[in-house]
């Protein structure tokens, strides 16, 4: 009897102990599938550049978008996914990487599908962006003429869409300082400028842009801790990528990294590694780990501008790398909310 029991617990152990809370917190299945794909995307790039596009915008960048989602959603609407659901999305994910194209979108539909409902039923109409950023996604999957620069371009708009609201919080609960004054239509304005610039390609729309992103970035405490710092590295990408397209003389594939690398990695890895980072009285204190993988990511990004494309690769590498390996040694941990700001009492799902 006893070593059927012995048994039992062995094989009961495993998943629980190793992976703690894994499918209850979204951050970490779909970060898990976004780092996985930071690492497999760069070796496509030589075989196959549309392949190495798609799996690195809708794979990595998509996966992380879900795991920010999903996470605030709580807080927005006091839903969270199960995880039932959450499995589902994943598969949904994989699915696209095994499939390359229209079966793409199913993530992003099922993604969309996941943050409507709560957000409709609490009244949340200024949050609607969530849900709609994930179908405008799931149309460029099933696009196939959808010009190269497009999909960063979507991209770009929610990052400028959640940054605006995200990093000025981040910032004042790292320096202790007031947020500025909510104002929608300056948080709205620059994604809706660079989505017209999809619409109707005009330079004029990406340097209003570019300008409305410095002048936001002025209104927040710029003087921070080097967690709250490594968030500003890829707002200035973003400006600067904006600013490159707009220029005809500008190179294409330059201004491309610059997005792709400099502001939409740098702003994936900046997230990410707020949830790795240590929590102090009030704040979160980041780790020596994330400091230098961000700074192999930036360098990633500079490298790719001097058409060191074999040294970008490296410190790629490198980055996500170690970022693999800090999730590993997170996931063995109890989760903690909140997620990505630190808070004065420790509390576990």
């Not at 490594?230 to 707002?235: A, I, S």
Request: glycine fraction near 8%; charged fraction near 10%; aromatic fraction near 8%.
């Amino acid at each position: 009897m006893s070593t059927t029991a012995d048994k039992r617990s062995r094989s009961s152990v495993p998943w629980s102990s190793f992976w703690p809370g894994f499918w209850k917190a979204p951050h970490r299945p779909l970060m898990l599938c976004s780092v996985m794909a930071a690492l497999v995307g760069p070796l496509l790039a030589g075989t196959d550049p549309q392949l190495h596009a798609r799996l690195l915008v809708f794979g990595f960048a998509g996966a992380a978008i879900g795991a920010y989602l999903l996470t605030v959603l709580p807080g927005w609407t006091k839903v969270r996914a199960t995880p039932a659901r959450l499995g589902l999305l994943v598969a949904l994910w994989l699915w696209g990487r095994l499939m390359p194209g229209p079966a793409e979108a199913l993530y992003f539909i099922g993604l969309s599908f996941t943050l409507a409902p709560p957000i409709l039923r609490a009244g949340l109409y200024g949050r609607l962006w969530a849900p709609l950023a994930p179908l405008l996604l799931a149309l460029a999957t099933l696009r196939p003429d959808l010009p190269v620069e497009s999909t960063p371009l979507l991209l770009a708009a929610l990052v400028a869409t959640v940054g605006a609201r995200a990093l000025p919080a981040f910032l004042a609960s790292a320096t202790g300082h007031p947020q500025p004054p909510d104002n929608l239509a300056l948080y709205l304005s620059a994604p809706l400028l660079i989505l017209g610039a999809i619409a109707l390609p005009h330079p004029a729309w990406l340097v209003l842009a570019a300008l409305i992103l410095l002048g936001q970035m002025l209104r927040w405490p710029l003087i921070a801790p080097p967690l709250g710092t490594m968030l500003l590295p890829p707002w200035l990408w973003l400006m600067a990528a904006l600013l490159l397209m707009a220029t005809s003389d500008g190179n294409p594939s330059h201004a491309l990294h610059m997005m792709t690398i400099g502001a939409i990695g740098g702003m994936i890895h900046a997230f990410i590694s707020r949830i790795f980072a240590r929590r102090g009285a009030a704040t979160l204190i980041a780790q020596p780990a994330s400091l230098i993988a961000a700074a192999t990511l930036h360098a990633a990004a500079l490298a790719r501008l001097l058409d060191a494309v074999s040294l970008a690769l490296v410190f790629w590498v490198i980055c996500w790398g170690i970022t693999l390996a800090q999730l590993i040694i997170h996931c063995r941990q109890q989760p903690q909310v909140p997620v990505f700001i630190g808070s004065r009492k420790k509390q576990t799902k």
